[in-house]
């Protein structure tokens, strides 16, 4: 599907994603030390900007939820691409631990916004929907992320793995470790249907104005942490959305 409208899909000139990929690398290094620089369209310092997205776009029966609230009272939604080091690095920072600290108080969607410059992104995508079929998704979605250097990185350890061949041979054992059967797996992975899912989610994002992931909707307004500096701001920022919200 073109993504022509998209700067950060472009596969030429510096776009938001290219930054954040250095901006990981340099992460390699100074994680240790909390530091995080995000390079996210404006530098308000307002956590939520823009009109409201509408929720039929946001979220579909279909979509993906990792954590629900009874009263669906906030619905936080996350566009990412698995590939993407800036999405790993909101995942181990911040969304994995807000995962289990707001279990049932939040409901959390996932949606896939696989981008061009990363070359696995869609079949991991592909391997995230496959488990979806046989009521797996979230346990895929951890296994792709926990494991995310061993398919997704190349073996510098710095830039983005190209090899497809030995990301599906891991996909294929996350699989089996998650007692799916394999061979359905494998067939749902090249399916219509998985395809057509995650197609049916870029479309949606595009919808939504996405420019570049991870972006986070919070009750259909965009979350921007703005200038921040170490992950502590921004999980600052996040939660204070997100309580503001509950509080409502």
Same mark, same amino acid.
């Given at each position: 599907?073109? +993504?022509?409208?998209? &700067?950060?899909?472009?596969?030429?000139?510096?776009?938001?994603?290219?930054?954040?990929?250095?901006?990981?690398?340099?992460?390699?290094?100074?994680? =240790?030390?909390?530091?995080?620089?995000?390079?996210?369209?404006?530098?308000?310092?307002?956590?939520?900007?823009?009109?409201?997205?509408?929720?039929?776009?946001?979220?579909?029966?279909?979509?993906?939820?990792?954590?629900?609230? &009874?009263?669906?009272?906030?619905?936080?939604?996350?566009?990412?691409?698995?590939?993407? %080091?800036?999405?790993?690095?909101?995942?181990?920072?911040?969304?994995?631990?807000?995962?289990?600290?707001?279990?049932?108080?939040?409901?959390?969607?996932?949606?896939?916004? &696989?981008?061009?410059?990363? %070359?696995?992104?869609? %079949?991991?995508?592909?391997?995230?929907?496959?488990?979806?079929?046989?009521?797996? *998704?979230?346990?895929?979605?951890?296994?792709?992320? #926990?494991?995310?250097?061993?398919?997704?990185?190349?073996? #510098?350890? +710095?830039?983005?793995?190209?090899?497809?061949?030995?990301?599906?041979?891991?996909?294929?054992? *996350?699989?089996?470790?998650?007692?799916?059967?394999?061979?359905?797996?494998?067939?749902?992975?090249?399916? &219509?249907?998985?395809?057509?899912?995650?197609?049916?989610?870029?479309?949606?994002?595009? $919808?939504?104005?996405?420019?570049?992931? %991870?972006? =986070?909707?919070?009750?259909? $307004?965009?979350?921007?942490?703005?200038?921040?500096?170490?992950?502590?701001?921004?999980?600052?920022?996040?939660?204070?959305?997100?309580?503001?919200?509950?509080?409502?």
């Amino acid at each position: 599907m073109s +993504k022509n409208k998209n &700067p950060v899909t472009a596969k030429s000139g510096l776009s938001t994603n290219v930054i954040l990929t250095i901006v990981v690398v340099v992460l390699a290094v100074g994680v =240790i030390g909390g530091v995080l620089l995000f390079n996210r369209s404006g530098s308000e310092n307002n956590a939520s900007s823009g009109p409201a997205v509408a929720a039929e776009i946001l979220r579909k029966p279909d979509s993906n939820v990792l954590t629900s609230a &009874p009263d669906d009272k906030v619905t936080v939604v996350e566009f990412l691409d698995f590939q993407c %080091p800036g999405c790993h690095s909101y995942y181990s920072g911040l969304t994995k631990q807000v995962e289990k600290d707001y279990a049932g108080k939040i409901t959390f969607i996932t949606r896939n916004f &696989p981008l061009d410059m990363h %070359p696995l992104a869609r %079949p991991a995508a592909q391997a995230s929907e496959a488990a979806a079929v046989q009521g797996k *998704y979230k346990e895929m979605y951890h296994a792709l992320y #926990d494991n995310y250097e061993a398919w997704a990185l190349a073996p #510098d350890g +710095k830039n983005v793995s190209t090899d497809e061949a030995k990301a599906r041979g891991l996909f294929d054992q *996350y699989a089996q470790q998650l007692g799916l059967d394999l061979a359905k797996f494998r067939q749902d992975m090249n399916s &219509p249907q998985v395809n057509a899912k995650i197609d049916a989610d870029v479309a949606d994002a595009e $919808k939504a104005g996405v420019q570049g992931t %991870p972006t =986070i909707f919070i009750n259909g $307004k965009e979350f921007d942490a703005g200038d921040i500096q170490t992950f502590q701001q921004l999980n600052d920022a996040f939660r204070g959305e997100v309580d503001k919200e509950l509080t409502k």
